[in-house]
């Protein structure tokens, strides 16, 4: 193969003395650069990487805590998809866990946009009112999830039925948390109160790079307020929504905090997402340590596209920045 | 005439100009009234609880206190463990930002400024470490931390809270770096500096901005963080925060009093810092992470 001219040539013409074989084939700064890479590859290598894949060994053991595991291959995958005494459950918290994030992600997204949208016009106050806004987000879960519970107590002492029965004259009182029926709705609603702030902290900060000429032009065209936002703002948002949803899908289906705070999986399995009953399995019940690393493989495979998708865009955010 | 007229208003607004503003005004002083109820009620339920006494709580229930009482807030700091927990928690998320930001600084100089082969697969993998969710992970990681000698202690946690501080920050350093212009380091260079005083002479003062939104994620994450907590600590001098609060529930008993107490007490440190980093968050984020 006749060798291709300037490849070479443009090497001698950077550096004058000619470059030992490791620097070529593994580049100017390889040395230096692992040096200071070296703490970040210790932690995902150590503490994501070998984690992740001894999960999945795990999954195929039977392995109770405090014992030696035993090999049972796919047996736990099969107890769990058709098995007698779990495949009830599982299909179960499948079904949860798409109600719980699809339902709390989409209406996050709309309240967020919202938010975000009132934010961005300009009045006197605009800074407290974000700090207002945004305070859920800095508040810990177990603390919101904590204050909702007492907010919802089923007794009259609790913030709702107080209300109710004081001001507006109702007799019953609503077991939020312990009515089957609604137990799933009042988690949703803690986790719209406390993820919002996030969707429109990106949103916000998403529509200030939006020129402002964009907006004047389109105003002496005589475009509304819908105009405008359909065909500039909503346009220059979708990546800024896509990362958004994407990333909050990811945290919200394996959030554990608000269900095990608020209902702990109950009442019969009503709020039994997936992370609850891998925790009941694995941990705080039976302690099939085995099982409940095949409920979480099991759940990987949907996360896997967002997650595909996700690095893709970040990557080349950060190319172009 | 010719006096009067730049004095006025320059262009009379016609009726359907002020109609409009005042739709825009209710519109959004309407929706900003909603959104301030929404987001503050629960934490003036918490307030409103903390300085009610008993009484007031479960016998004649009212919304605002009609008395009020520093009972639930002496008994939670002088009869409980709970500044063990706050000091805990303080350790746990200080000495976890402080790392992460070391660990992120440097991987991300390397990867902005350094030409070496394996740069975007160290890149690619730092984001998919980021988004693989600890509900994934928790499980394993419970067997193997169960085997380390420092589990069990709170210092412990720590090594754990990397697993999500270092990726993300490392991932917000490198959107950042990537901004800076390189001019200013190749001059430092030609002087003579070492790569390591560049990064932090030149690059660090820099990214100041985007290191405080670092910093307030990460620490507020730690801070809050439960599940890894609740699983890997039993004995009461090594709780952290979020999972001492949550004993304070004993079987179904619970003494909203004190626990609302505390909840406002370990809610402070996260939502001062928050406050006091504010201003940087958003052009934080708009700077680097998502700007598309």
């Known amino acids: 193969m006749a060798a291709i001219p300037g490849i070479g040539q443009r090497h001698s013409a950077v550096g004058s003395a000619p470059r030992p074989a490791a620097t070529r084939a593994l580049g100017r700064d390889w040395k230096i650069a692992w040096v200071f890479l070296l703490p970040l590859v210790l932690v995902l290598v150590g503490l994501v990487a070998y984690p992740f894949v001894s999960g999945i060994i795990l999954s195929m053991q039977q392995k109770v805590v405090g ?78 999830a904590l204050t909702w519970r007492w907010i919802y107590d089923g007794s009259p002492s609790g913030l709702i039925n107080y209300v109710r029965i004081e001001f507006f004259e109702q007799q019953t009182l609503i077991q939020f948390l312990a009515d089957p029926s609604l137990a799933l709705w009042s988690v949703i609603v803690v986790a719209i109160w406390q993820g919002t702030p996030f969707y429109t902290m990106m949103f916000l900060a998403a529509m200030q790079a939006i020129p402002t000429e964009q907006y004047e032009a389109a105003s002496l065209d005589g475009a509304n307020v819908f105009r405008r936002f359909s065909d500039i703002t909503l346009p220059s948002l979708v990546p800024a929504i896509t990362i958004t949803a994407l990333l909050s899908t990811i945290w919200t289906a394996n959030s554990i905090n608000f269900i095990f705070a608020l209902t702990r999986g109950g009442p019969v399995n009503a ?13 705080a019940g039976a302690r099939q340590l085995g ?13 896997i596209v967002a997650i595909y998708i996700l690095t893709k865009r970040m990557l080349s955010v950060e190319g172009r920045a | 005439m010719a006096t009067t007229i730049p004095l006025r208003h320059p262009v009379t607004p016609s009726p359907r100009h002020l109609r409009g503003k005042t739709i825009r005004n209710v519109v959004l002083f309407g929706g900003l009234a909603i959104f301030t109820v929404w987001t503050l009620f629960p934490f003036l339920w918490i307030i409103s609880t903390s300085i009610k006494p008993d009484r007031d709580l479960y016998r004649r229930v009212s919304l605002l206190p009609q008395t009020i009482t520093d009972a639930h807030y002496s008994e939670v700091l002088f009869e409980t463990p709970f500044l063990t927990y706050f000091r805990n928690s303080a350790m746990v998320a200080i000495l976890t930002t402080a790392v992460a930001m070391l660990i992120a600084v440097l991987a991300a100089y390397a990867m902005t400024r350094l030409s070496f082969r394996g740069r975007t697969f160290v890149a690619r993998a730092t984001i998919v470490t980021y988004l693989i969710p600890a509900a994934l ?10 085997q380390l000698p420092f589990s069990g202690e ?97 079987g179904d008993v619970f003494a909203w009093g004190p626990l609302m107490a505390g909840s406002l007490i370990a809610s402070l440190p996260p939502v001062l810092i928050y406050i006091a980093a504010q201003k940087w968050v958003v052009s934080g984020l708009g700077g680097g992470a998502i700007k598309g």
């Not at chain 2, 090594?159 to 001019?183: E, G, K, R």
């Open chain 1, 67 to 144: 014992q030696d595991p035993t090999w049972v291959g796919l047996r736990n995958y099969r107890e769990l998809l058709v098995g007698e005494q779990y495949s009830g459950i599982f299909w179960n918290s499948v079904r949860v866990s798409v109600i719980y994030t699809g339902v709390a992600v989409a209406v996050k997204l709309l309240l967020g946009m919202c938010m975000a949208l009132l934010l961005n016009e300009t009045f006197r106050g605009q800074t407290l009112m974000r700090a207002v806004l945004f305070l859920p987000w800095a508040v810990p879960t177990i603390i919101v």
């Open chain 1, 291 to 303: 099982l409940a690393a095949a409920v979480s493989v099991l759940f990987f495979p949907l996360f």
């Open chain 2, 154 to 250: 709170a210092l412990g946690l720590v090594i754990i809270y990397l697993i999500f501080a270092v990726p993300f920050s490392t991932w917000l350093a490198i959107s950042y770096f990537n901004t800076i212009p390189s001019d200013l380091e190749d001059a430092a260079l030609v002087d003579g500096a070492t790569r390591l005083r560049s990064l932090f002479t030149i690059f660090v003062p820099l990214a100041l901005p985007a290191l405080a939104v670092i910093a307030l994620f990460t620490f507020t994450h730690a801070w809050n963080e439960f599940l890894f907590a609740l699983l890997l600590i039993q004995r009461d001098s090594q709780k952290t925060v979020p999972i001492g609060l949550a004993e304070f529930v004993v």
């Open chain 1, 271 to 283: 709020t039994m997402t997936f992370p609850m009953l891998a925790y009941e399995v694995g941990i």
């Open chain 2, 137 to 146: 992970l928790f499980i394993p990681l419970f067997q193997i931390a169960q």
